[in-house]
């Protein structure tokens, strides 16, 4: 079982930046691939980024590519999410996930286990 708790969200005008971290339990934790995504109102969670296990691969939704940065480190257990140039469509609830399966890295998942989410709120 793995525990996730995301932080860092909060308000922020448009083309400002937030930092969101996500602090993970287990021994394991650099066993594990890790993503964001996030959950707008009234739509479906969507993808957003990924990284490899050793944090050497990522990859990016289209509209976050060349904006937002993940990152981890595996000695605290934290994977991060550097987020630049915010845009209104930002806006969302985000949440962290890990990947247990670490015979394959699959960026768009399946994801097993998730954060409970943390709120960005990019105003214009």
């Known amino acids: 079982q793995v525990q996730l708790v995301e932080s860092g969200g909060g308000l922020v005008q448009a083309g400002g930046s937030l930092r969101l971290s996500c602090a993970a339990s287990?021994?394991?934790?650099?066993?594990?691939?890790m993503g964001w995504f996030r959950q707008a109102p009234g739509k479906e969670r969507e993808f957003v980024a990924a990284i490899s296990w050793s944090g050497t691969s990522t990859y990016y939704a289209h509209s976050v590519n060349g904006r937002f940065t993940i990152s981890r480190d595996n000695a605290k257990n934290t994977v991060y999410l550097q987020m630049n140039s915010l845009k209104p469509d930002d806006t969302a609830v985000y949440y962290c996930?890990?990947?247990?399966?670490?015979?394959?890295?699959?960026?768009?998942?399946?994801?097993?286990?998730w954060g409970q989410g943390t709120q960005v709120t990019v105003s214009s």
């Open positions: 996930a890990v990947d247990a399966d670490s015979s394959s890295w699959n960026p768009r998942g399946p994801y097993d286990y």
């Open positions: 287990g021994r394991t934790f650099s066993s594990y691939s």
